[in-house]
């Protein structure tokens, strides 16, 4: 058994490494909020929605993770988690690859509270809703 660690993981959206931008990657699912339901999906439990939740430091250059919500919103871009922080995907270290479209957040964007630490920096939580289904890469 591998069990994930909290210091391994990396990740990359539109094929750029984003672990040294982002303190939380999470992929997280729930109900779907579609007024269809087929009876595939109703036999199934239910349609289900997959977003991949990011808290990210704002850094407004161009090509950062950050700049991706404010020059691309709206548009599909590859996602790909390595949990296990490993190059090649096996059965005991997964990835997980999928598409998701890039969301302004409902809240802070840029800006925020005044802190005294020198190292503290503003950051930015996004929930962005992958197009299906996250797939499980063993190989």
């Known amino acids: 058994m591998s069990a994930l660690g909290t210091r391994l993981l990396t990740a990359t959206v539109d094929g750029d490494e984003i672990a040294p931008a982002v303190s939380t990657v999470k992929i997280v699912s729930g109900e779907s909020d579609s007024d269809f339901v087929s009876f595939t999906a109703a ?57 998701v479209v890039i969301t302004e957040p409902d809240g802070d964007l840029l800006g925020g509270e005044a802190n005294a630490s020198t190292s503290a920096r503003f950051v930015t939580e996004v929930e962005w809703v992958f197009t299906a289904k996250p797939t499980r890469v063993v190989a």
């Open 43 to 99: 036999a199934a439990g239910g349609s289900r929605e997959y977003k991949l939740v990011l808290t990210m430091v704002q850094d407004p250059a161009a090509d950062s993770l950050w700049d991706k919500i404010w020059t691309a919103a709206g548009t599909s871009v590859p996602v790909l988690v390595r949990p296990s922080g490993n190059s090649v995907a096996t059965a005991a270290q997964p990835h997980f690859s999928g598409t």
